[in-house]
C-alpha cells in the first residue's frame, strides 16, 4: 500500500521553498496588504509587475491622515489629503468592501468631499465604516477656533451592509422614520464625541435594532439615557462628566454580559433586568466630589449578584486616607 504524504513534512517542504514574499500566493498578498494604510499599499505596486495590481484588489480602505507626508501648512496639507482620497476612489475598481477607514481633520469646505467618499463605502456594500474627524489633541493645537462637526447623513446607510459604524466627532441627522432604515445587519455601534439626545438613542435602537455592541464615549446632550435592549451584549460607557447636568441612567438589558461604566457622572442609577451579566467594570476619578456617584454604581450591585468577573475601585482606603490627611493638616 502506497504511503500517504505526511502533512507536517509537505507543509514545511513548502514553506523551505517561499524564500521572497514574491513567492507568496496573490490571495495572501492581498490579505498582508489589507492591515496598511492605502497609501502604502499604493506604495508597494512600484515593486515590481505582480505587485502593480494588488492595491486595488484590497478589500479595505484605510486613508490616515497621520500617515498622510506634512507639507508647508495643514490647510494644504488637507487639500492634498482629499485629493489623493479622491484620485484613489476614481482608480479603484467597484468591489465589495470589508472596511472603510478614514481620519480626517474636518473643515465645512470638505463636506461634500466626505459624503462622496462616505457614499462611495455603503454603495460597494462596506461591512465596516469607521469615521475618525478627531484623531488626537495633538492635531488641534495650532486650531483653537471651534469648528462644525461633520455631519453624518444617517439615512445613506438604508438597507446597507455596514455591521460596524464608528463615528467620532460627528453630529448626526436623522431621517423621520427611522424604522424603515432596515439596517438589520448592523451589530457594533461605536460613538466617540457625538451630540445625542435621548430621542436619538431610542431612534437608533428603531432603526438598528440588532445591535450587540454599545460604545457611547465623551458624548453629550442626553439627560434620561434609557437602554431597553433583549440583544444588547457588551456596553461601554465613558466620560460622562458635564458641568450642565447629571445624567440619569436606566438598563433593562437581560442579555448583556459585559458592562462597562468609566467616569460617569450620574444624577440617579436604574438597574432595572441585567440578569445574564457576568463581567462589570466601573471606575469613577478619584475625588471627594465624585464619591457620591461611586455609590451610586455600586449600591445597585445587588441587583446584579451573579457577576463572575467584578472590577471597582477601593474607595473606602481613598475615602479613609484623604480623611487622614485632613485631620494631619489642621
Excluded at 509587475?49 to 508647508?72: A, D, E, G, M, Q
Excluded at 468591489?95 to 455603503?122: C, M, Q
Excluded at 451630540?195 to 436619538?200: G, K, S
Aim: glycine content about 2%; charged content about 20%.
Amino acid at each position: 500500500m502506497e504511503e500517504k504524504p505526511d502533512a507536517t513534512a509537505t507543509a514545511t517542504a513548502t514553506a523551505t521553498t517561499v524564500t521572497n514574499i514574491n513567492d507568496l500566493p496573490q490571495d495572501i498578498l492581498i490579505h498582508i496588504l489589507s492591515f496598511l494604510p492605502t497609501l502604502d499599499t499604493i506604495t508597494t505596486s512600484l515593486i515590481s509587475t505582480k505587485w502593480k495590481p494588488l492595491w486595488s484588489l484590497v478589500p479595505s480602505l484605510n486613508f490616515s491622515y497621520t500617515h498622510f507626508p506634512p507639507y508647508n501648512n495643514f490647510s494644504t496639507t488637507r487639500q492634498f489629503f482629499s485629493e489623493f482620497i479622491d484620485r484613489t476612489l476614481i482608480l479603484k475598481p467597484q468591489l465589495p468592501l470589508k472596511k472603510f477607514r478614514l481620519e480626517f481633520i474636518y473643515e465645512d469646505r470638505y463636506g461634500y468631499h466626505v459624503d462622496s467618499w462616505v457614499r462611495y463605502a455603503i454603495k460597494n456594500q462596506v461591512l465596516e465604516l469607521d469615521l475618525d474627524f478627531f484623531i488626537d489633541k495633538s492635531f488641534h493645537i495650532f486650531e483653537p477656533e471651534a469648528k462644525p462637526n461633520y455631519d453624518f447623513p444617517f439615512s445613506a446607510l438604508r438597507n446597507s451592509k455596514v455591521r460596524v459604524l464608528k463615528l467620532c466627532r460627528c453630529d448626526l441627522t436623522l431621517p423621520a422614520n427611522m424604522e424603515s432604515m432596515n439596517l438589520w445587519s448592523m451589530n457594533e455601534v461605536y460613538f466617540d464625541q457625538v451630540y445625542m439626545t435621548d430621542d436619538t438613542v431610542l431612534d437608533l435602537f428603531k432603526a438598528c435594532p440588532n445591535i450587540e455592541v454599545l460604545k457611547f464615549e465623551d458624548c453629550y446632550g442626553m439627560e434620561n439615557l434609557r437602554l431597553c435592549s433583549e440583544k444588547l451584549k457588551r456596553l461601554d460607557l465613558s466620560s460622562f462628566y458635564t458641568a450642565e447636568r447629571e445624567l440619569h441612567l436606566e438598563l433593562d438589558c437581560p442579555n448583556l454580559v459585559w458592562l462597562n461604566i468609566d467616569c460617569f457622572e450620574m444624577g440617579q442609577f436604574c438597574v432595572k433586568n441585567l440578569s445574564s451579566l457576568v463581567e462589570f467594570h466601573t471606575f469613577i476619578v478619584h475625588g471627594l466630589e465624585y464619591y457620591g456617584q461611586w455609590c451610586k454604581v455600586v449600591k445597585q450591585l445587588h441587583r446584579i449578584a451573579h457577576i463572575k468577573h467584578l472590577v471597582v475601585q477601593n474607595w473606602w482606603l481613598k475615602v479613609l486616607l484623604c480623611n487622614f490627611c485632613v485631620c494631619v493638616h489642621f
